[in-house]
């Protein structure tokens, strides 16, 4: 899944503007989760476990090894026996704090919108025993929760997530060599950023992320105006991050300012996906659900 | 390239306005905060480059066009002076002794021989003259320019002032050096002993002189008197001259005839004919001389108003002569009459003079009339002055008995079957003439008698030429004795 469109409606709990007006994280978290889960018909956390979790009546295509033979035996119907799936794996989200992810051309920033996803990714990953540690950036580590699977640890994550502060410049690449240093143990690695970096160092600190062996994600995090840029009129410009200004007219400008972002947006595609490295690009007027479903997917490689 | 009015050139001063406008109206640009200008400048930096271009180029077409709709206010045009180059000013005599035949020609064909020896590229300019002076054509190139320049230079009656040219020609070139040639009959009157004229320094002067004319004929003089008009034709000339005198009387040629005329002066004599002819002109035909002393002219002084006074009570024209003022004023006649208001009491002490053929004294009142002044008004009647008695409410006729004596009768005619017998009506009362013969008598009237008549004037016979006719009086209010 190269892009975040999805191709199911989008459930009103997921739409982000719905989420930003919901009162706390964990209220968003929950609800981005459940609803998210709700259209899924189909329990995501089955697989191989030692704790069982239902039975199903057989359907052509199921493993036969999955029959529970002795049901059979006493009923003479064929059922599969479920099991939940349980993990130690170490998840980490990484959040994007820096200026640029302020931006704004809705209802929703990018850093909302982020915030949100991370909380979710983290409630999803809870639910799911996975061990979940969150980390937010500018140029240098602003907030770090230490990974944690026990119940409160959540908690604490949401909170961190509610405390987030605007930032300065960003330095995504230098965030991730700090993580990558500080890693013990091999896990899943979720970053949400905008990405406005150099792009060659953001790639290399991603690749040294992935030799570590984590497997990572990239929720690369836009608003619409940064894409379409519908601008029209002379503008100044100013620069979130380091306050310069640029006067221009936009309308003039339309057409080259596209076309590099596009070619950024696909330079990260192309290069991530190179790495193994899954990259998902979200705009904040989009559900919550495809980013999520991207998880999902990249979780179930495992 | 010169301007007809530089003053709109201030007007260029607006293309300021899309300059400023271009540095300063970008920092209008409303502020927007961008999550990162990066690709902004990079896109930018390209396409700014043509937008530069393209906003310097329309900047650049707005100034010009600002600047060149001040110059087209300004009305440039191109100086074919030679600004700067020396310059010949032709100074051309205008004046009446030009305007000889063929002058005029002689002075215009020695200007084009002073042009055909000027260069090319030096600058002319024509001055024209008398005794002022005129800036004819600017310094010019094109000789077309300056032919056409002289032809339009026509002789005047002025005087020769040679030195209101020269002041001209210096004024034309205006510090530069250059020549001036003078193109002229030189006249001794065009320099006047008290006159100078400063030549700069740089600047030569030349005459180009034009043969003055040998001979002239000029009517001199013109005397009148009643019957006959002598004229004085003066010939200049060294040899005698055969040529025409005509004489006009009042615009009407009514003698021509040819007159040898010798040199210095002649005596013409034409017998005036008997008409009330008021202006005599004499000419003579020049076909060599000067055509502005041909003419003269003669006021034959024939036409001396009537003097009509007006005796009347207190004196005024408005008391009771105001109608008789007002026939006379538009009475159909070839003398005009003066009408004078003479108060009765008055007149002894300024008395009319002795009568002239024309004057009339009308009597509408008698009031204050002396013994003296009836004297006076008799004496003017005998000496061929002219009497109007006005049988008015005005008139005692005591008065007028005694005025003009017992051999003058008048008659008193009563209506046939009219009025009653205590009125009377007296009509037909005429002018009193210089032996009264034609008057009729004004026998004793009935003292209650009503005067009402109409008076047809005074139809004399020596008051013929200004006789006043339709004098009509109207509204004679009645006196009661």
Not at chain 1, 107 to 134: E, F, H, P, T
Not at chain 2, 450 to 470: E, Q
């Amino acid at each position: 899944m190269g892009a975040a469109a999805t191709d199911r409606p989008a459930l009103g709990c997921l739409d982000p503007e719905v989420v930003a007006n919901l009162g706390s994280m964990e209220l968003r978290a929950r609800a981005v989760v459940e609803g998210f889960l709700l259209g899924l018909h189909r329990s995501p956390w089955t697989g191989f476990s030692a704790e069982f979790s239902e039975y199903r009546q057989y359907m052509p295509g199921d493993d036969l090894s999955s029959l529970d033979w002795k049901v059979y035996g006493r009923s003479d119907r064929f059922y599969v026996k479920r099991f939940e799936e349980e993990t130690n794996v170490d998840c980490r989200i990484l959040l994007d704090v820096s200026a640029s992810m302020s931006y704004r051309s809705g209802a929703v920033s990018k850093l909302q919108y982020g915030s949100y996803l991370a909380a979710a990714l983290a409630w999803l990953m809870n639910r799911q025993r996975d061990a979940v540690g969150l980390l937010t950036f500018d140029e240098w580590v602003v907030t770090n929760v230490p990974v944690g699977a026990r119940p409160g640890h959540l908690r604490r994550i949401l909170v961190a997530l509610e405390q987030i502060r605007i930032g300065r410049r960003s330095n995504v690449s230098q965030a991730l060599n700090a993580l990558a240093a500080a890693m013990r143990r091999r896990g899943m690695v979720a970053l949400i950023s905008d990405l406005l970096d150099d792009p060659d160092a953001v790639v290399a600190g991603l690749k040294h992320l992935k030799f570590r062996g984590s497997e990572v994600i990239v929720f690369h995090v836009l608003d619409p105006a940064e894409l379409q840029f519908p601008f029209e009129r002379a503008t100044r410009f100013q620069d979130l991050e380091t306050g310069r200004e640029v006067t221009t007219v936009a309308g003039e400008i339309r057409d080259g300012y596209v076309r590099e972002m596009e070619r950024m947006a696909a330079r990260y595609g192309r290069d991530l996906r190179l790495a193994g490295i899954e990259y998902c690009r979200v705009q904040t007027v989009q559900p919550l659900d495809g980013a999520l479903r991207e998880y999902l997917a990249t979780r179930s490689r495992r | 390239m010169t301007f007809l009015f530089p003053a709109f050139l201030f007007g260029a001063l607006a293309a300021a306005v899309p300059i400023l406008l271009h540095f300063f109206a970008r920092d209008r640009a409303p502020r927007l905060p961008f999550s990162d200008i990066r690709f902004l400048e990079r896109a930018f930096v390209r396409r700014d480059r043509r937008r530069r271009l393209r906003e310097l180029l329309l900047l650049a077409l707005r100034v010009a066009a600002l600047l060149l709709l001040a110059v087209a206010f300004a009305r440039p045009f191109l100086d074919a002076s030679g600004r700067g180059r020396r310059i010949t000013v032709l100074v051309v005599d205008r004046s009446l002794s030009l305007s000889a035949p063929g002058q005029m020609e002689l002075a215009r064909e020695r200007a084009r021989e002073v042009i055909a020896s000027t260069s090319p590229d030096e600058p002319i300019a024509v001055v024209a003259f008398d005794d002022r002076a005129a800036v004819v054509q600017p310094p010019a190139l094109g000789r077309p320019l300056v032919r056409a320049a002289l032809g339009r230079i026509e002789p005047t009656t002025g005087a020769t002032r040679h030195a209101a040219g020269l002041a001209a020609a210096v004024d034309v070139l205006d510090g530069r050096a250059g020549r001036v040639v003078v193109v002229t009959d030189l006249q001794a009157s065009g320099w006047p002993d008290d006159e100078r004229a400063a030549i700069p320094e740089g600047v030569s002067v030349e005459v180009a002189a034009v043969a003055p004319v040998d001979r002239n004929l000029a009517v001199t003089a013109v005397g009148a008197d009643a019957e006959e008009l002598s004229v004085t034709i003066l010939n200049t000339g060294s040899a005698p001259a055969e040529s025409e005198a005509a004489l006009d009387v009042d615009g009407r040629e009514v003698a021509r005839r040819p007159v040898t005329l010798l040199p210095g002066g002649n005596k013409v004599r034409w017998d005036l004919p008997a008409t009330e002819a008021q202006v005599a002109t004499v000419s003579v035909t020049d076909r060599y001389g000067y055509r502005w002393d041909d003419t003269r002219y003669a006021l034959l002084d024939r036409a001396t108003p009537a003097v009509v006074r007006v005796v009347v009570n207190g004196g005024t024209l408005d008391a009771g002569a105001f109608y008789l003022a007002q026939a006379l004023a538009v009475a159909p006649a070839s003398r005009p009459f003066e009408v004078t208001p003479v108060a009765p009491g008055a007149l002894s002490a300024s008395p009319p003079s002795a009568g002239e053929a024309g004057d009339v004294i009308v009597v509408t009142g008698t009031d204050g009339l002396s013994r003296s002044g009836r004297v006076r008004i008799a004496a003017f009647v005998e000496n061929g002055g002219g009497l109007l008695l006005a049988a008015g409410p005005g008139i005692d006729p005591r008065l007028v008995r005694d005025l003009l004596g017992e051999s003058v009768e008048l008659g008193v005619e009563m209506p046939v079957g009219a009025a009653t017998g205590s009125r009377s009506w007296i009509r037909g009362t005429r002018c009193f003439g210089r032996s009264g013969t034609s008057l009729r008598r004004w026998a004793a009237c009935d003292s209650r008698a009503w005067l009402a008549s109409s008076l047809p004037g005074l139809p004399t016979s020596r008051l013929a030429p200004t006789a006043l006719r339709a004098f009509w009086f109207a509204s004679i209010r009645a006196i009661r004795r």
